[in-house]
T-cell receptor, first 115, second 114 residues
Framework: DQQVKQNSPSLSVQEGRISILNCDYT??????FLWYKKYPAEGPTFLIS?????DKNEDGRFTVFLNKSAKHLSLHIVPSQPGDSAVYFC??????????????FGKGTHLIIQP | KAGVTQTPRYLIKTRGQQVTLSCSPI?????VSWYQQTPGQGLQFLFE???????NKGNFPGRFSGRQFSNSRSEMNVSTLELGDSALYLC?????????????FGPGTRLTVT
């Protein structure tokens, strides 16, 4: 049973345009959400996060939107750059209760930025 | 500061053998988590150690075990290897492992079981 789903295995976007990566979750206990970026032969790199008490968090070109009622979050990258080509993982945590329950990851979306 | 390091980077083992993977967290980080990444299942949480104690465990069989030392370095052991254990094993460290959860990942150990 996949609790975090990224339904698009890959996404191709033209350089300079907006990239929108989507993620859905089923566990209503999740209260913290993160996006990680992964290049080949490297471990995932933390990108941006959002707490369930917010609906938007912005960091430079990256914005994460959270729709709790729909159990949906999205990552917007604008403008998209060639260096953004990577696999993006959505992850969720039910960690407000303290302790580390581990992150639950989606299977990733491979973003390809076309020149 | 130095990132998370994992050794070895690549490993080939035979079915039935056992293997030990090592992870050195970022200096000052006390929480170390282990994940298994496979093409079919994605990234799955194995376990997390904090101050030498296993604080949480994912849904993996008992063949997967780990430990953490007083310097926060961690090892993961897999006994009686199966073909399905072939995967990229990632270690991640964070300062406390609390809700802010900004984990820093190492490059991983690629384990191939033949």
């Amino acid at each position: 049973d996949q609790q975090v789903k990224q339904n698009s295995p890959s996404l191709s976007v033209q350089e300079g345009r907006i990239s929108i990566l989507n993620c859905d979750y089923t566990n209503s206990m999740f209260d913290y959400f993160l996006w990680y970026k992964k290049y080949p032969a490297e471990g995932p790199t933390f990108l941006i996060s959002i707490s369930s008490i917010k609906d938007k968090n912005e960091d430079g070109r990256f914005t994460v939107f959270l729709n709790k009622s729909a159990k949906h979050l999205s990552l917007h990258i604008v403008p998209s750059q060639p260096g953004d080509s990577a696999v993006y993982f959505c992850a969720a945590s039910a960690g407000e209760g303290g302790g580390a329950d581990g992150l639950t990851f989606g299977k990733g979306t491979h973003l390809i930025i076309q020149p | 500061k130095a990132g998370v390091t994992q050794t070895p980077r690549y490993l080939i083992k035979t079915r039935g053998q056992q293997v030990t993977l090592s992870c050195s967290p970022i200096s000052g980080h006390r929480s170390v988590s282990w994940y298994q990444q496979t093409p079919g299942q994605g990234l799955q949480f194995l376990f997390e150690y904090f101050s030498e104690t296993q604080r949480n465990k994912g849904n993996f069989p008992g063949r997967f075990s780990g430990r953490q030392f007083s310097n926060s370095r961690s090892e993961m052991n897999v006994s009686t290897l199966e073909l399905g254990d072939s995967a990229l094993y990632l270690c991640a460290s964070s300062r406390t492992g609390g809700p802010s959860y900004e984990q820093y990942f190492g490059p991983g150990t690629r384990l191939t079981v033949t």
